[in-house]
T-cell receptor, first 120, second 112 residues
């Protein structure tokens, strides 16, 4: 089945530094990647949607200059949290969608394993 | 945009009993409704989904019902087992593959 590999699974960083999170689709081409953030005991909140080769679309209230998304290829999308602060500590998870004729079994969603970010 | 409400937020049942979780949505254009199970620190796992052209779908102990007129859908788990304990999320989108809007989640505890 479709697999999305997300790295790192957890990271601790100092306040003010940047952290990059990668999501790779291993056996299909992800035309669209959704990035979610999940605070403890809360739901998944969509941060942005990225389509391969174009700029990401951010949800209302999400700072595009702080959360940089790159989707330069059909198998790799990255989220960079710039100048991280303790309030950015959260569980970040990607979800890939395969497009037609790109190897996906259906139009469904394949989630990465998530990244637990702790900013100290 | 879409708004999905989910109830209850917590649910405790005795092993073997049934559990029901309900969701309502606001966007009448939504037509894809998946349910996910998430264990602590793990990715959401799709357990069942339903599309708007179907009123009910069943997979062994799990069933989902959809009422498009009322804009609500429900998850039914029968013969619950301790391993069913987790957080369950409903979600909605305009099509399978469009962005998902998640409900607030239900923490299910199955008592042995």
């Amino acid at each position: 089945g479709a697999v999305v590999s997300q790295h790192p699974s957890w990271v601790i960083c100092k306040s003010g530094t940047s952290v990059k999170i990668e999501c790779r689709s291993l056996d299909f081409q992800a035309t669209t990647m959704f990035w979610y953030r999940q605070f403890p005991k809360q739901s998944l909140m969509l941060m942005a949607t990225s389509n391969e080769g174009s700029k990401a679309t951010y949800e209302q209230g999400v700072e595009k200059d702080k959360f940089l998304i790159n989707h330069a290829s059909l198998t790799l999308s990255t989220l960079t949290v710039t100048s991280a602060h303790p309030e950015d500590s959260s569980f970040y998870i990607c979800s890939a969608r395969a497009g037609p004729r790109t190897g996906g079994s259906n139009y469904g969603y394949t989630f990465g394993s998530g990244t637990r970010l702790t900013v100290v | 945009g879409e708004n999905v409400e989910q109830h209850p937020s917590t649910l405790s049942v005795q092993e073997g009993d049934s559990a029901v979780i309900k969701c309502t949505y606001s966007d009448s254009a939504s037509n894809y409704f998946p349910w996910y199970k998430q264990e602590l620190g793990k990715r959401p796992q799709l357990i069942i989904d339903i599309r708007s052209n179907v009123g009910e779908k069943k997979d062994q102990r799990i069933a989902v019902t959809l009422n498009k007129t009322a804009k609500h859908f429900s998850l039914h788990i029968t013969e619950t087992q301790p391993e069913d304990s987790a957080v369950y999320f409903c979600a909605a989108s305009r099509s399978s593959g469009d962005k998902l809007t998640f409900g607030t989640g239900t923490r299910l505890a199955v008592r042995p």
